[in-house]
């Protein structure tokens, strides 16, 4: 009997010595790494084939999202606490850079967005979609919740001012991804709906001024171009129109991979970077438009899962920010392709070209992995 109590807390303890796996040990999310390595696999065979079979498109690309899943593996390693001390610098940092911009900036087609150090040149709006959303839900996380109209005034003054920095550029469609993804920070916060409808009517009285004093005369052109791009045929018309024949003449089956006429001929401009998924439409036709979009929707579905489970306020707000952020990403493109929404100029997630883009995209995936693995009585 002696020598068993002796044996026993031995074996006890050496089950318990169990080493985690290199997965639990990296805080890695294996379904959604899974997820986004396809999408971004398929992403790059559409690329191929709208880029005009180019490899060096594809080598580049490729390059970014090696960059970028690197970054997400180190971001998944950031505990939430960290993130949280991290905010409050990571906003203000982040508006430096955007002052910055105005200042210093380098200037392209009529936009003035990128900084350029040495040879590298940056879009630092795209910080801001991570900073942001952080900054916002790290303020609220001290606080009570749901959220009571003075710290709402305070979470939207931090919503405002890098978005009002980001619209002077001008940018519209990343000022808008920025303010949704505040936005939803409040939401996920418990924002009680009184305080939404009252959103809702001053969006709604401020749409004449809005539009007779605050936007420029080509984003004009883009919304009523979204009712009516016949009016323009050879013009501003001319992208929705062509998008539109593309997706049209794909039909079921699409017309084979590398057969996209209106990419291979021209006809459709920004065909490897906003216009992509008209490419996708004409050359695998609708089938191939279920297959992304059923993987988009998995992602989705992971990250709101992660959210559920998420063991703390600021773990909620980040993963249920970040989620819906990504949903509006596809929306937007989607919808801008398709002629139901303006041309602002948003990438399909993991599909279009780009760089700094896919690194910021990853990034945020990076720290949902952090929520998802976070431990269970830690708090941010």
Do not use: C
């Not at 003035?112 to 942001?132: A, C, D, H, N, T």
């Not at 959303?133 to 303020?139: D, E, G, H, N, Q």
């Not at 924002?191 to 007779?212: D, E, H, N, Q, T």
């Amino acid at each position: 009997m002696g020598d068993y109590v002796r044996q026993l807390p031995h074996q006890g303890s050496r089950d318990m010595a169990r080493r985690p796996s290199v997965i639990m040990r990296l805080h890695i999310d294996i379904p959604l790494l899974f997820l986004l390595m396809v999408l971004s696999g398929y992403g790059l065979m559409v690329l191929y084939s709208a880029s005009g079979q180019s490899m060096e498109a594809v080598y580049r690309q490729g390059s970014y999202l090696g960059l970028a899943f690197v970054i997400m593996i180190m971001a998944a390693q950031v505990s939430l606490k960290q993130y949280a001390r991290w905010a409050p610098w990571l906003f203000v940092g982040g508006l430096m850079l955007l002052v910055a911009v105005l200042l210093v900036g380098v200037g392209a087609k009529g936009a003035q967005r990128w900084l350029q150090v040495g040879g590298v040149r940056f879009q630092p709006s795209e910080i801001m979609k991570l900073s942001v959303p952080l900054v916002i839900a790290w303020f609220l996380a001290g606080r009570v919740l749901p959220p009571r109209f003075p710290a709402v005034i305070g979470a939207l003054l931090l919503l405002v001012v890098p978005a009002g920095l980001i619209v002077i550029q001008p940018d519209l469609g990343t000022s808008l991804l920025i303010a949704f993804s505040g936005l939803f920070v409040l939401f996920m916060a418990g924002i009680g709906w009184r305080y939404i409808f009252g959103a809702l009517v001053a969006a709604a009285a401020s749409a004449w001024p809005v539009w007779m004093y605050g936007l420029k005369e080509y984003q004009k052109q883009r919304i009523l171009t979204m009712f009516n791009p016949e009016s323009d045929k050879l013009g501003a018309g001319w992208n929705i129109i062509q998008s539109k024949t593309a997706i049209g003449s794909g039909g079921w089956d699409g017309k084979g991979w590398m057969q996209s006429t209106q990419s291979r001929l021209d006809f459709l401009p920004e065909s490897h970077t906003d216009f992509i998924i008209a490419v996708l439409a004409e050359e695998q036709g609708l089938r191939g438009i279920i297959l992304l979009m059923s993987i988009y929707l998995l992602i989705l579905l992971r990250g709101f899962w992660i959210g559920a489970h998420a063991q703390t306020s600021f773990g909620r707000m980040m993963a249920g920010s970040l989620t819906l952020t990504f949903f509006v990403y596809i929306f937007v493109n989607m919808g801008m392709v398709a002629g139901l929404l303006p041309v602002v100029g948003v990438p399909l997630p993991l599909v279009s070209a780009g760089g700094t883009s896919v690194v910021t995209l990853l990034a945020g995936f990076g720290v949902l992995m952090a929520i998802s693995t976070e431990k269970g009585g830690e708090s941010a």
